[in-house]
């Protein structure tokens, strides 16, 4: 947390969290992965929620490549502060040398909850940060997943998945995917859509309830969603009443640099 990361939490690294073969990045593409540290200090970078305001145009993509260099950063000094201590560590830097999966050890190590987007919903934050980690084995003891009602509240929400141009979220029941029960993301939907607007969307991010300021007014709808579903229904009526049912992206010096506009549906009805 000095380094700058707002949620830290310790993570077992399963082995179904581990890639299989390397792709693009400094080592050989293709090459088999072998991971043999039993641990992941997982943690999470706040965006700033005036630039994730701006989704899906330019801004957004800046904010993400600022913080993803900030969990780079951070990531790269807590891996050589353990290999000082005589231990075995590995920063995995986004964008060129992951070999392990963040989400499910994001939550494994206690930072949220999956949500109906496919990402993991911080309490404090929402969906609004970047994730980190390194893996180790340097002795810790791991932390335990938390819960505060995400799942329930997603499954009365369908915001992000009313929202997403590329209508690449689930607006249906979870399903068994891989062994876990989520909801499942079209992931090539999604990303045709990256390639076509020039950014990274964070449409997801951006319309979240629980991306809001982490102001008192907003801990306190946090706190009384957890467990109770008229709160959690009311909550999501209220969000739409508030903050709009179609959100509009926020006007940006930065917005000519997209290659398109926002998409129509996005726009107030």
Known sequence: LYLGAKL??????ENSFIYSHVGRGPEPYGQPISLKHPYAIVFAVEMDLAMVANAPQAPVVVETSKRYTEAAHISIVLAKTIQKLGYSA???????NYQVMLPPLAWKAGLGELGRSGIIITYPY???????????DLPLIPD???????????AACLKCARCC???AISKGERQIDNGV?????????????WRQVGTDCATCLFVCPYSKENNFFHRVVREITRSSKLAQKLAVRGDDFFYGSRPQARSSPLVG?????SPPHQKQK
């Open 8 to 13: 830290c939490g310790v993570a077992a690294v």
């Open 181 to 193: 029960t989520r909801w499942v993301i079209d992931r090539e939907a999604c990303y045709r859509f």
């Open 144 to 154: 335990k997943p938390v819960s505060f009602g995400v799942q329930d509240f997603c």
């Open 90 to 96: 590995r920063a995995h830097i986004a964008g060129s």
């Open 257 to 261: 640099l997209t290659r398109v506009n």
């Open 126 to 136: 929402g969906p609004r940060v970047r994730l980190g980690v390194v893996t180790t």
């Open 165 to 167: 141009p590329a209508q």
